[in-house]
């Protein structure tokens, strides 16, 4: 079975300071695929990022960046010098191979980010 | 502009009614996907469609019916709502297979059962 573990039910911070979301996950795949999208309080699904398996490299994308360890079934995302507009309910996602293809969604991990 | 539609984005309606929430994509899609979205329960799978008249259970579908007549259509249906459908929905469609991932989700719709 496939399972996504966001353990940070709520997380606040106050702006520009760093703060890093964990997401570990649980597959039998060996290739699958992760994903982090961001709920804002205007409720839809916005795609942050996408890494298979066999793609260990980190990845930048301006305040965001996301460090993928396999060894430890990790996918954390870690946003620099936050920002009010980073206040959101962030999912950390799962997909697998064959079978229904589907997202196994973590139960999301709510930051407010206050000024 | 590639994307994913869903009507309506917001019902309010009476247990019993029947119901349908309208999917629609773009972008040519085999897979085509329904999600329900709940407090401290994330997102679950309700459906799923891996192409046309291709359909099948996600893990809550109790309750709910799909059809896929037309590669872009994935409309689901609710034949006598409960409160405990109470719920964010989304649809979502993607490529199928090759692990080409991103699945385009649609803006949601809020679901009120009295």
């Known amino acids: 079975a496939q399972k996504v573990t966001q353990a940070q039910t709520e997380i606040s911070v106050v702006e520009k300071e760093d703060v890093t979301l964990d997401c570990v996950y649980e597959t039998r795949d060996t290739t699958y695929y992760l994903f982090w999208y961001k709920q804002p309080p205007s409720g839809e699904l916005v795609f942050l990022i996408r890494r298979n398996s066999f793609d260990e490299q980190n990845e930048i994308s301006g305040r965001y960046s996301w460090n993928f360890q396999k060894s430890t079934s990790s996918f954390n995302f870690t946003i620099t010098a936050s920002q009010v507009v980073d206040s959101a309910v962030y999912f950390c996602?799962?997909?697998?191979?064959?079978?229904?293809?589907?997202?196994?969604f973590g139960k999301g991990t709510k930051l407010t980010v206050n000024p | 502009e590639a994307q994913v539609t869903q009507n309506p984005r917001y019902l309010i309606t009476v247990t019993g009614k029947k119901l349908t929430v309208t999917c629609s994509q773009n972008?040519?899609?085999?897979?085509m996907s329904w999600y329900r979205q709940d407090p401290g329960l994330g997102l679950r799978q309700i459906y799923y469609?891996?192409?046309?008249?291709?359909?099948d259970k996600g893990d809550v579908p109790e309750g709910y019916k799909v059809s896929r007549k037309e590669k872009r259509n994935f409309p689901l249906i609710l034949e006598s709502p409960s409160p405990n459908q109470t719920s964010l929905y989304f649809c979502?469609?993607?490529?199928?297979?090759?692990?080409?991932?991103?699945?385009?989700f649609g803006p949601g719709t809020r679901l009120t059962v009295l």
């Open positions: 996602a799962l997909r697998g191979q064959g079978g229904s293809e589907k997202l196994v």
């Open positions: 972008m040519n899609h085999e897979y």
């Open positions: 979502a469609s993607s490529l199928l297979g090759q692990g080409l991932g991103e699945q385009f």
């Open positions: 469609s891996m192409n046309v008249e291709v359909t």
